[in-house]
């Protein structure tokens, strides 16, 4: 009997050995010690986030995998989380987008996206609804876009407010880093922005200037007829954002992305009372251009918004970590508020929108939404280029 058990315990010890195989007995004690300890109520450094990536995905090899698709400035990773089940009937799937972290100071951003796969995984085995929109939809999320920017704030105080990237200025200009969110090729450069480096929202030399933007919109853009949904998250203000930050530009789904929010936003006040207003930048906040949202809808991304968690003022981007559960609950019904009206109108031909006077036939809009869409599409060529027509 006593030597029996050496035996297995020896077969087991050189298993968990084995080079290229399974961990180490502490390692893989090490991990799952690691992964029950993560606390998602905390701001976590870079370090810790690229870690708990890891963590997630080996500890849930059937649900979450892993992509580096870009580079920063700095030559650090920029990583997504793919999230999503096998379709049961070998099905096409489609898929949604989420970034966080695209203005470095912004710190619920990220502890969003980790809260929300987090969520995800503790639900989904018991969730029928959840299991099918995975079956249905490949979830990439990003918790941090500007790697650079935001390891920048974690230096210092003096550091903490940081926005932009950190690339290099100009030979002109001595101030480091573009406004990410300001660099994206849609209407660039022509409400909204500063062509001074030193400024908050420098909007960079050229659109896609930065290896950062570049990355999102060649991953995103390589997968247009696959993804249908594109949320980036920002804080703060309490706000759900719809194209165009340009005045004069409107969606061609602009009922559709208006009434899909406000729903959005009566889930998120049912968690906790907070009120998120919606509408277009111009509208509730302030023109602008060259946003990701904005690109993701002009490059035919039919649902397109822009999140701004709280507050409204009072702490800003330096949200205390005694809120980031209640934001990143209510956070949590509005995203899954609008993918779960997005998955129902691709693969359940619900094509009523809740609380709208907009309908659609066969998920195709109206002839007056196809004409706003050319229009919109000519404005937003001739913005961006220059050229009138």
């Not at 450094?45 to 920063?72: H, Q």
Request: glycine fraction near 8%.
């Amino acid at each position: 009997m006593e030597k029996t058990m050496f035996k297995s315990w020896g077969l087991i010890l050189f298993m968990l050995t084995l080079k290229g195989g399974l961990e180490t007995s502490s390692s893989l004690a090490e991990r799952l010690e690691s992964k029950r300890n993560y606390n998602y109520t905390k701001y976590h450094p870079m370090e810790e986030i690229y870690k708990w990536m890891e963590d997630v995905e080996r500890g849930n090899p059937e649900l979450v995998s892993s992509s580096v698709y870009g580079l920063t400035f700095e030559e650090r990773n920029i990583t997504l989380l793919k999230l999503g089940l096998e379709n049961p009937e070998g099905r096409e799937k489609k898929a949604i987008w989420m970034d966080c972290g695209i203005h470095a100071r912004e710190w619920i951003a990220p502890a969003f996206c980790q809260w929300f796969v987090k969520e995800i995984l503790q639900s989904y085995k018991t969730n029928e609804k959840l299991t099918e929109m995975l079956q249905n939809l490949d979830m990439y999320v990003t918790p941090v876009v500007n790697v650079d920017g935001y390891m920048f704030t974690w230096t210092n105080e003096s550091n903490r407010l940081w926005r932009k990237s950190r690339s290099l200025p100009p030979s002109d200009c001595g101030c480091r880093g573009v406004d990410l969110n300001r660099n994206f090729n849609a209407n660039w450069g022509t409400v909204g922005v500063s062509y001074n480096c030193c400024d908050n929202t420098y909007c960079g030399t050229s659109p896609v200037s930065e290896p950062e933007a570049k990355a999102v919109t060649d991953f995103v853009g390589s997968r247009l007829n696959q993804i249908l949904c594109f949320l980036t998250i920002h804080s703060s203000g309490q706000l759900i954002l719809l194209p165009y930050g340009h005045p004069e530009i409107s969606a061609p789904n602009y009922d559709e992305l208006v009434a899909v929010g406000k729903e959005a936003a009566a889930e998120m006040k049912k968690v906790h009372g907070m009120d998120y207003t919606v509408g277009t930048s111009p509208q509730v906040l302030y023109k602008n251009s060259g946003s990701s949202r904005d690109w993701a809808r002009l490059v035919g991304i039919p649902f397109s918004y822009t999140f701004e968690l709280r507050d409204k003022g009072e702490f800003g981007h330096l949200l205390p970590e005694d809120q980031i559960q209640p934001a990143c609950e209510e956070a949590y019904a509005g995203a899954l508020s609008i993918i779960t009206f997005v998955h129902d109108k691709a693969f359940n031909n619900v094509t009523t929108v809740p609380n709208a006077a907009v309908t659609t036939v066969t998920g195709i809009t109206t002839v007056t939404g196809v004409a706003i869409t050319i229009w919109s599409t000519i404005m937003a060529f001739s913005l961006t280029t220059g050229v009138l027509m």
